[in-house]
Nanobody, 122 residues
Framework: QVQLQESGPGLVKPSQTLSLTCTVS??????????WTWIRQSPGKGLEWIGH???????LYSPSLQSQISISRDTSKNQFTLQLNSVTPEDTAIYYC??????????????WGQGTLVTTSS
C-alpha cells in the first residue's frame, strides 16, 4: 500500500520560498509508469494542478506557475519536493502530494497525502 506524507513549514512570508517534501512509502518513486504530483487547494481556485516529476525524473509544470516552481526528488530517501519561489498571499492553500497514473494534469490520481496547510502571510 503506497502512502504519501507532506511535510514542511506551515507559514511562509511573502516574497520568500515555500518548500515542501513528500515522503513516499510502500512503493518506490522510480517504479515505471507513475507521476509524482503536487496539487493545491484554495477557496478562490479550487484544486489546482502544480506539476509532477515522473518515475524517470522528467518534469512537467503548470504553465501559470512554471516560472516559480521547482520540483525535484531524492530517490535514496524516496522523497520528492516542491519549491515555490516569491510567494504571495494568493499562494495560501492546502498543498497535497499525490501519485498520478499518466502524464499531465489529466492523469488519474490514485493516492494522495493528507495535505498540509501553508499560509503565505507576514
Amino acid at each position: 500500500q503506497v502512502q504519501l506524507q507532506e511535510s514542511g513549514p506551515g507559514l511562509v512570508k511573502p516574497s520568500q520560498t515555500l518548500s515542501l517534501t513528500c515522503t513516499v512509502s510502500g512503493d518506490s518513486i522510480t517504479i515505471t509508469g507513475y507521476y509524482w504530483t503536487w496539487i493545491r487547494q484554495s477557496p478562490g481556485k479550487g484544486l489546482e494542478w502544480i506539476g509532477h516529476i515522473d518515475y524517470d525524473g522528467n518534469l512537467l509544470y503548470s504553465p501559470s506557475l512554471q516560472s516559480q516552481i521547482s520540483i525535484s526528488r531524492d530517490t535514496s530517501k524516496n522523497q520528492f519536493t516542491l519549491q515555490l519561489n516569491s510567494v504571495t498571499p494568493e499562494d495560501t492553500a492546502i498543498y497535497y502530494c499525490a501519485r498520478g497514473m499518466g502524464k499531465g494534469r489529466g492523469g488519474a490520481l490514485d493516492a494522495w497525502g493528507q495535505g498540509t496547510l501553508v499560509t503565505t502571510s507576514s
